[in-house]
């Protein structure tokens, strides 16, 4: 994990502006300050290497335990501005913890996104990227989605080797063993064939800590209750949906697949105003029962004293499209209310509460946690490591930057897309190569394409994005796309595509 810009970052942070001009104005003016400023920044640096140390000495050998609300939409959080009150205990977690306001997944849907997270890589690059399957060229078929390789070091291989118990206990489907989720694993649990609720992962979760012996431990918890094919188990009591609804849907999964088809084969999804309004009721009522599940939880996991040694991170693979842009449900596009998640950090034994809005990546998880454990990382997890720490925002300095995400989502819906830190928004699509330009500032909801208006800011954004993913092995202009091939980066894969 490198931390070669914690000089400049100090820096920045201690010396705003005022600061600038209040120190060139006293002593002996310029030559004063040019004299000075070395010590300046040398100072800022090890106080800021200092305080970093301190956090560090102060969480080694702390558990942790990284919670995935699946498909949980940023804007559905009431710490992050939501108005129902649908998330009380992650609220009251944030309230006690650092919550990233502006935190942007790598992928639209789950299985490329939570890999991510134990990998510190893009999805380009771990290549479990398709839904579906994959192009095998020496058969000329499609084959099944890859397996996550062994080459890759994953975050709990990297903590059991460093003397953590890791579990991981989910609710299958995207995450489950078979795309190699449970690499460095001592035990990793998933119902097959489901999309399983934390209602059954959780106490699997419990019971293991109770084995565990007071060992130090890595869990991951995580369950698809949010997500669309979740329905509770009894059914919904439609505690969020207008009574004077005419009760076109239910909320049934049959439903919610449906739509979501429908979205994906005509572009559009067929939902009135009154529908979206109860396919969000419905949301919220999901959102509420996991956000239950997720507080009984924690009342049994205090029981055991262990709230004073555990770092929590609490994040969402991805969101979920509520006819914002036409369609239903997630992975075939990359708006915010697709890629925009919620990310709380709750570090026990700190004064915090804080609301950080720099912009970050879902890459920055691994090494962040890394970081805050001061474990000791083989060469190959260092060099492939793609995100920071976020360890330096815990002390006020700024880590903001540009993020990218992307999308291969059947064998239709290949797209790519950067966020600038001053909030431009470029979206490229490989099928068609149509581009999308947004301003985010002005405006969030992406619904003003200004690629006619803003072409000079239109092809630098696109030169920023073609060289970021050249840079991670994927030339998007190095090709025609082929419909049904899937950027894989196998020499094989590059050779039948065509010029």
């Given at each position: 994990?490198?931390?070669n810009d914690?000089?400049?970052?100090a820096?920045?942070?201690?010396?705003?502006?005022?600061?600038?001009?209040?120190?060139?104005a006293?002593g002996?003016?310029?030559?004063?300050?040019?004299?000075?400023?070395p010590?300046?920044?040398?100072?800022s640096a090890?106080?800021a290497k200092s305080?970093?140390?301190?956090?560090?000495e102060k969480y080694?050998?702390?558990n942790?335990?990284?919670v995935?609300?699946d498909?949980l939409q940023?804007?559905h959080?009431g710490s992050l501005?939501?108005?129902r009150?649908?998330?009380?205990t992650?609220d009251?977690?944030?309230?006690e913890g650092f919550?990233?306001?502006?935190?942007?997944?790598?992928?639209?849907w789950?299985?490329?996104?939570s890999?991510?997270?134990?990998?510190g890589?893009y999805?380009?690059?771990h290549r479990?990227?398709n839904?579906?399957?994959?192009?095998?060229p020496?058969?000329?078929?499609?084959s099944?989605?890859?397996?996550?390789?062994?080459?890759?070091?994953t975050l709990a291989?990297?903590?059991?080797?460093?003397g953590?118990?890791?579990?991981g206990?989910?609710g299958?489907?995207g995450?489950?063993?078979?795309?190699g989720y449970?690499?460095?694993?001592?035990?990793?649990?998933?119902?097959?064939?489901?999309?399983g609720?934390?209602g059954v992962s959780?106490?699997?979760a419990l019971?293991w800590?109770?084995?565990n012996?007071g060992k130090?431990?890595f869990m991951?918890?995580?369950g698809y209750?949010?997500?669309g094919?979740?329905v509770?188990e009894?059914?919904?009591d439609?505690?969020?949906v207008d009574k004077?609804?005419d009760?076109?849907f239910?909320?049934?999964?049959e439903e919610q697949?449906?739509l979501?088809e429908e979205g994906?084969?005509?572009g559009a999804?067929s939902?009135r105003?009154?529908?979206?309004k109860?396919?969000?009721a419905?949301?919220d009522?999901k959102i509420?029962?996991?956000?239950?599940?997720?507080?009984?939880f924690?009342?049994?996991?205090?029981?055991?004293?262990l709230?004073?040694?555990t770092?929590?991170?609490l994040?969402s693979?991805?969101g979920t499209?509520?006819?914002?842009?036409?369609?239903?449900?997630?992975?075939f596009?990359?708006?915010?209310?697709?890629i925009?998640?919620p990310l709380?950090?709750?570090?026990?034994?700190?004064k915090?509460?804080k609301v950080?809005?720099?912009?970050?990546?879902?890459?920055?998880v691994?090494p962040?946690?890394l970081?805050?454990l001061?474990?000791k990382?083989?060469?190959s997890?260092k060099n492939?490591?793609?995100?920071k720490?976020l360890?330096?925002?815990?002390k006020?300095?700024?880590v903001?930057?540009?993020?990218y995400s992307e999308?291969?989502?059947?064998?239709?819906?290949y797209k790519?897309s950067?966020?600038t830190?001053d909030?431009?928004?470029?979206?490229y699509?490989?099928?068609d190569k149509?581009r999308?330009l947004?301003?985010l500032?002005?405006?969030?909801?992406e619904?003003t394409n200004?690629?006619?208006?803003?072409?000079?800011?239109?092809y630098?954004?696109?030169?920023?994005?073609?060289?970021?993913?050249?840079s991670?092995?994927?030339?998007?202009?190095a090709k025609q796309?082929?419909?049904?091939?899937n950027?894989?980066?196998d020499?094989?894969a590059k050779?039948a595509q065509?010029k």
């Open positions: 994990m490198a931390h914690d000089q400049k970052d820096l920045q942070a201690e010396m705003n502006r005022r600061e600038f001009i209040r120190r060139t006293v002996t003016g310029a030559f004063a300050l040019a004299m000075a400023l010590g300046l920044m040398a100072g090890l106080a305080d970093l140390s301190k956090l560090r080694k050998d702390y942790v335990i990284l995935s609300f498909a940023a804007a959080v501005g939501y108005s009150n649908v998330t009380p992650i009251a977690m944030a309230k919550s990233f306001s502006n935190a942007i997944s790598t992928a639209s789950t299985v490329p996104a890999m991510t997270w134990f990998t890589v999805p380009s690059e479990l990227t839904k579906f399957s994959v192009f095998n020496p058969n000329n078929v499609l099944n989605l890859k397996k996550l390789s062994p080459e890759l070091v291989e990297v903590l059991k080797e460093n953590y118990a890791t579990g206990f989910t299958n489907a995450v489950s063993g078979m795309f449970d690499q460095g694993f001592d035990t990793y649990f998933y119902e097959k064939g489901k999309f609720s934390m959780i106490p699997k019971e800590l109770k084995g012996n130090k431990f991951f918890l995580h209750d949010c997500h094919q979740g509770p009894g059914g919904f439609y505690r969020f004077g609804y009760k076109k239910t909320g049934s999964k697949e449906a979501r994906l084969e005509k999804a939902l105003d009154e529908d979206v109860f396919w969000r419905i949301y009522e509420q029962r996991t956000d239950a599940l997720f507080k009984k924690l009342l049994e996991y205090e029981k055991m004293g709230m004073d040694k770092i929590f991170v994040t693979d991805h499209e509520f006819h914002e842009h036409k369609r239903f449900d997630h992975g596009s990359l708006y915010n209310e697709l925009h998640v709380v950090i709750k570090l026990p034994k700190i915090a509460g950080i809005k720099d912009q970050i990546s879902s890459l920055d691994m962040t946690i970081d805050l001061d474990v990382m083989p060469d997890a492939q490591l793609r995100g720490s360890a330096p925002a815990f006020g300095k700024i903001s930057k540009d993020v999308t291969d989502y059947r064998q239709f819906t790519r950067v966020i830190r909030g431009w928004k470029f979206i699509t490989l099928e149509s999308e947004f301003n500032k002005k405006d969030p909801k619904l200004l690629l006619d208006k803003e072409p000079k800011i239109a630098e954004l696109e030169q920023k994005l073609f060289s970021h993913f050249k991670i092995g994927h030339d998007l202009n796309w082929i419909t049904g091939l950027p894989v980066y020499s094989q050779g065509k």
